[in-house]
DNA sequence: CATGTGATTGTTTTG
DNA sequence: CAAAACAATCACATG
């Protein structure tokens, strides 16, 4: 497993079971292992869909985003995104339905704009052959106000 | 040199 | 409806 830097530690099981997570690790609850599914299974091979939009972050990851850098400030010496995952998880859980707000509210437009790219991409699944694309037929789009920013708590 | 892996939770996707 | 998979990130190890 290509320990990383040893690291594969892999200490999580006696260092701290987190609480109770619903899956094992993320997958496989009736052990899958069909063809192996050792572990992350990520295929970007999936050059079938160049433009298909891939999944909106959660709030949790637009949350991470900035702890990350929070994160890493005061941790310089970590290195390992376990360790900020881990980190942000529990301050995650910390946080307050009113300060996941601006977070939620931000993942929630995060995904408007994904069923905005999943309808382009519907509209126009790979068909390289003649991209006409609708120049004036959609001109009622309504216009999207950004004010991700100043959301209030 | 390139890619995979580890870990978090939430949303998206599929059957 | 329910379960499963994947979304970003960083440093390192392996082939």
């Known amino acids: 497993m290509t320990k990383g830097k040893g690291t594969g530690k892999t200490s999580r099981e006696v260092l701290k079971p987190v609480d109770d997570r619903k899956v094992g690790k993320r997958k496989a609850a009736s052990k899958p ?3 192996a ?3 992350t ?3 970007k091979k999936a050059k079938k869909d160049p433009n298909k939009p891939k999944r909106p972050p959660s709030a949790f990851f637009v949350f991470l ?3 990350r850098k929070t994160f890493k400030a005061e941790n310089p010496n970590v290195k390992a995104v376990s360790a900020v995952g881990k980190a942000g998880g529990e301050k995650w859980k910390s946080l307050t339905k009113a300060e996941k707000a601006p977070y939620e509210a931000k993942a929630a437009k995060r995904k408007v704009e994904y069923e905005k790219l999943m ?3 519907n509209n126009k699944p790979s068909s390289a052959d003649d991209e006409d694309e609708e120049s004036d037929k959609s001109k009622s ?3 999207n106000e950004d004010e991700a920013s100043g959301e209030v708590v």
Do not use: H
């Open 33 to 35: 292992e069909k063809s």
């Open 37 to 39: 599914p050792k572990t």
């Open 41 to 43: 299974k990520k295929d």
């Open 65 to 67: 985003e900035d702890f």
């Open 119 to 121: 309808n382009a991409y």
């Open 141 to 143: 789009e309504v216009n």
